[in-house]
């Protein structure tokens, strides 16, 4: 008796559901804009904007650091302190301090940063001021080129709390994919710069510095190194920057590949497909792949991100309380750059004593990443981008209205924290290319799994330069 009379009203939740529905498409159809994201033009140094012209110069920088530096690191390593994780806690209360410890220990006692700065100099850095702020980026070219051929201008914007270090293993098999067995067909010309506030890019010294601004420097930089037309990819808040960035410049973006690609902007029909994609997939164009990612929504979808938002909310609201805290320790910094590592390339691993980090990653490559947060002291302002992008709250910026034009490549991570159907992705990129369903990786696919990442981003580029794409408007 109870189960049918629960069926019943499931199906007459339902009906109403999918009546309500169709009344809201045919009365109220969604307009699609096609209008373009003003540039913004900002001045991010201290101060009044001074009367002269900006120094345009693109300056040669290499990474260093001294002996007091170092010393002073040392000094705060040794006098830690550490709390007793709970028995059997493993990664579920954040990073568990048991591990912690053995990665103290080996950044005292084994890990040499002044052989990674040579690894990060080994590409050829630059700095240029734009809008006020000294940017730094990386720029490598092609070692070789097939005859005839040129390279092809690729800006790769990392995320939080990642770097522009997270594209060292991808870079050669895009500047040289030949010596790679990647073929010669397409080869890259790589920029990538650090975001303002991030690394070795000036941070802003003005509020409201948000991804449109990143955007409009970046696009800014990408036109004085004189590319006029360049391939954008992202993922992370990476993402968000070059979705802007084709917002803004669908002229000069001739194709954008992301690893990330949330939607923003929910409709009736996202809520719909949340409530019934699971039974009626075909309904809301869901894959089986789909489904599988996302049902049960309650445990797949909003738990998980109730769980995994926390440091979110905070720094989208109070960063510099807590990012005096990590500015000021680099145990604590390393704690909570370390935690996001190990759950956003694996949720699983938070079942694991040592958050399963160095299954997929090395400890040198870990530090070096965090190396460049403590050496710049740069995690405060890397955390204010959350209160910049989400304080006027989300659905409320131009940005998040707009759909993008520009061909758009997407590969789909299974480990990514939150899946975004083709279906969803669409409505906001009405130009999708290619979308693929990744065999294995999370979050910093670039770092993870630089092959994959490397051969999506490779026929996307094919699609786009054979069919012309990008001149169809």
Not at 66 to 83: V, Y
Not at 339 to 359: A, N, P, Q, V, Y
Not at 446 to 472: G, H, T
Request: charged share 25%; hydrophobic share 40%.
């Amino acid at each position: 008796e109870f189960c049918s009379s629960l069926a019943g009203i499931m199906l007459l939740e339902v009906f109403l559901v999918l009546g309500t529905a169709i009344i809201i498409i045919i009365f109220f159809p969604s307009k699609k804009k096609e209008e373009t994201l003003p540039f913004k033009e900002g001045w991010w140094g201290k101060g009044r904007k001074p009367d002269t012209e900006e120094d345009t110069t693109v300056r040669p920088f290499k990474v260093e650091t001294t002996e007091e530096e170092l010393s002073d690191l040392f000094r705060r390593l040794d006098q830690a302190r550490f709390t007793e994780p709970l028995e059997n806690s493993c990664f579920h209360y954040g990073t568990n301090s048991v591990y912690l410890r053995k990665v103290v220990s080996y950044w005292k006692n084994q890990f040499n940063w002044k052989k990674q700065v040579e690894v990060l100099n080994k590409y050829p850095q630059f700095k240029t001021k734009i809008q006020g702020i000294d940017i730094h980026f990386v720029h490598v070219k092609p070692p070789r080129l097939p005859e005839g051929q040129s390279a092809k201008p690729l800006l790769m914007v990392h995320g939080w709390p990642g770097s522009f270090y997270e594209f060292y293993k991808i870079i050669p098999l895009l500047t040289d994919p030949a010596s790679h067995g990647l073929g010669d067909k397409h080869v890259f010309e790589v920029i990538c710069p650090s975001i303002p506030g991030y690394g070795f890019s000036e941070a802003p010294h003005k509020k409201d510095f948000n991804s449109v601004s990143a955007a409009s420097v970046f696009y800014e930089l990408m036109l004085r190194l004189g590319f006029n037309e360049f391939y954008a990819q992202g993922g992370d808040c990476g993402w968000l920057i070059c979705t802007n960035l084709a917002q803004i410049a669908p002229n000069h973006v001739k194709g954008l590949h992301l690893n990330l690609a949330l939607v923003m902007n929910v409709g009736f029909t996202h809520l719909l497909s949340v409530l019934l994609g699971r039974y009626l997939p075909g309904l809301f164009g869901f894959q089986d792949e789909d489904v599988k990612r996302m049902f049960p929504f309650l445990e797949k979808g909003l738990y998980k991100i109730l769980l995994e938002s926390g440091y979110a909310h905070i720094q989208a609201t109070k960063p510099d309380t807590v990012g005096c805290g990590l500015n000021d320790s680099p145990v604590g910094l390393a704690a909570y750059i370390l935690e996001k590592f190990s759950t956003w390339t694996d949720l699983e691993f938070r079942s694991l004593e040592d958050g399963g980090i160095e299954r997929k990653f090395n400890l040198d490559d870990l530090l070096t990443n965090i190396m460049i947060y403590w050496v710049s002291g740069c995690m405060v302002s890397s955390m204010r981008f959350y209160k910049e992008n989400l304080q006027k709250g989300i659905g409320t910026q131009k940005h998040e209205k707009l759909t993008v034009q520009v061909p758009t490549g997407i590969a789909s991570f299974p480990n990514e924290i939150m899946h975004t159907p083709q279906a969803w992705a669409q409505k906001k990129y009405t130009n999708i290319v290619s979308f693929h369903f990744m065999p294995r990786g999370g979050h910093f696919a670039a770092l993870e799994e630089p092959e994959l990442l490397a051969e999506d981003i490779m026929q996307f580029v094919e699609k786009v330069e054979k069919e012309q794409l990008w001149r169809k408007k």
